[in-house]
């Protein structure tokens, strides 16, 4: 499995941001897929996940902030981002992962190229 994560940029504070992960050779619906991110100095940090069947978890430091999706038919899984705030800036990682729900332990295996994600003004 090799994902790729695509859609960093520079965005402003209150900005939004639509991170997609791709991935090639396989078809990812039979994944749970998770989103990390790892900003300089500071351990990664499980931001999100997405269950197979659709099933989502969110990190108390993104939640009513950020949205997890995929579209099968597209292959991809989307982070979509708004609210963005300085600390949110990182390199944002897709990988898959097991057990995404309630208690997610926020492991991740495959790991893609990451996209990297400033918040400035």
């Known amino acids: 499995v090799q994902l790729q994560a695509s859609g960093g940029g520079l965005v402003q504070p209150g900005g939004s941001l639509r991170l997609s992960c791709a991935a090639s050779?396989?078809?990812?619906?039979?994944?749970?897929i998770g989103w990390f991110r790892q900003a300089p100095g500071k351990e990664r940090e499980a931001v999100s996940c997405?269950?197979?069947?659709?099933?989502?978890y969110y990190a108390d430091s993104v939640k009513g902030r950020f949205t997890i999706s995929r579209d099968n038919a597209k292959n991809t899984v989307y982070l979509q981002m708004n609210s963005l705030q300085p600390e949110d800036t990182a390199d944002y990682y897709c990988a898959t992962t097991v057990r995404c729900g309630r208690g997610w332990s926020g492991a991740g295996f495959n790991w893609g190229q990451g996209t990297q994600v400033t918040v400035s003004s």
């Open positions: 050779g396989v078809t990812l619906d039979r994944y749970d």
């Open positions: 997405i269950s197979s069947y659709g099933g989502t």
